[in-house]
């Protein structure tokens, strides 16, 4: 069996046409159930060494990453791509596969 993540960027609703989102992203992360406990383990402890003192609410947001808002803020930009860096090295340790697919919007506007 394997979990998988699933996450999208990019989504305006039935506005195709938004100039400031032209791409519809999907994402899914595909994980083995054998390594998703390290997994989760790996990740919690990357958060805790890069964010320590963090809220009771975290969440890792990509987009906050690149474009600190609240907690973010207090990091610098390298700081922030080395914890997204951590996070990738975590995945492709594992092994872990990802498929995307992007849509542009434009084409299926009526």
């Known amino acids: 069996m394997h ?3 699933l996450d999208e960027s990019g989504n ?3 506005n195709l046409s938004d100039p400031q989102q032209p791409v519809f992203v999907l994402v ?3 994980v083995p159930e054998a390594v998703w406990l390290n997994l989760e383990k790996r990740l919690v402890e990357s958060i805790q060494h890069y964010f320590p003192g963090r809220p009771h609410d975290f969440e890792v947001h990509a987009n906050e990453l690149l474009n600190p808002r609240g907690f973010f803020r207090a990091f610098p930009m390298e700081h922030r ?3 997204y860096r951590s996070w990738l090295s975590i995945a492709a340790s594992l092994q872990l596969r990802l498929v995307s697919r992007a849509i542009v919007k434009k084409r299926y506007s009526a």
């Open 3 to 5: 979990l998988i993540y």
């Open 12 to 14: 305006t609703g039935t």
């Open 28 to 30: 899914a992360l595909i």
């Open 81 to 83: 791509l080395n914890f």
